[in-house]
């Protein structure tokens, strides 16, 4: 079993529509969590970071980390064509090298 | 400010063929990571380094070599190539949690 897990897709649906992307793992120790965006044939770039449980909200996304469920969660609201890419989830431990454990990435595609 | 980038960019080698992929940043970051990306995989890490003159395993070490012996560089060599090499190579640097990647090395082993 993966120590992260995330439902590759591909996802599609119409634009404006609420997106909702999810991760679940399986190593409690970690209190990092990343959601990063991939457009194709480009390096991922991050999104937005939560530490440990709770929301956060960056214009129209939001992360939501559930660590009594070890289930984290991406929102998109009014989601646009330009939103159409890979969206990957990671984590990490508060100590170390702060190496990322990455989910497969789930593949999005927003329609006009 | 460039952040990270990644020479070469494309490459295509024979089996048995050696070579290096060079990762520099600006940034003046401690940490660095090689990672490789395969379809359905995610990115898995294959070596990283916590500081100039340090490297240390990741998940998938086995046929591959770093070093760091500048901070801004982290080079990712192949003694011999083999077919399961074939991948997209990423390199990110790290501060407070924030890791940056580059755009990407296309590698393929025929």
């Known amino acids: 079993q993966k120590e992260v897990e995330q439902d590759p897709g591909p996802l599609s649906v119409p634009e404006g529509a609420i997106v909702s992307l999810n991760c679940t793992y399986s190593n409690s120790a970690f209190q990092y969590f990343m959601w990063y965006r991939q457009y194709s044939r480009k390096g991922p770039e991050l999104l937005m970071y939560t530490y440990s449980s709770g929301n956060k909200e960056d214009g129209r996304f939001t992360a939501q980390v559930d660590k009594s469920s070890k289930y984290i969660s991406l929102f998109i609201r009014d989601s646009q064509p330009s939103d159409s890419a890979t969206y990957l989830c990671a984590m990490t431990l508060i100590q170390g090298a702060q190496k990322l454990v990455f989910g497969q990435g789930t593949r999005l595609t927003i329609n006009p | 400010n460039a952040g990270v980038t990644q020479t070469p960019k494309f490459r295509v080698l024979k089996t048995g063929q050696s070579m290096t992929l060079l990762c520099a940043q600006d940034?003046?970051?401690?940490?660095m990571y090689w990672y490789r990306q395969d379809p359905g995989m995610g990115l898995r890490l294959i070596h990283y380094s916590v500081g100039e003159g340090t490297t240390a395993k990741g998940e998938v070490p086995d046929g591959y070599n770093v070093s760091r012996l500048k901070k801004q560089n982290f080079l990712l060599g192949l003694e011999s190539a083999a077919p399961s090499q074939t991948s997209v190579y990423f390199c990110?640097?790290?501060?407070?949690?924030?890791?940056?990647f580059g755009p990407g090395t296309r590698l393929t082993v025929t």
């Open positions: 990110a640097s790290n501060r407070d949690y924030e890791q940056y």
């Open positions: 940034m003046n970051h401690e940490y």
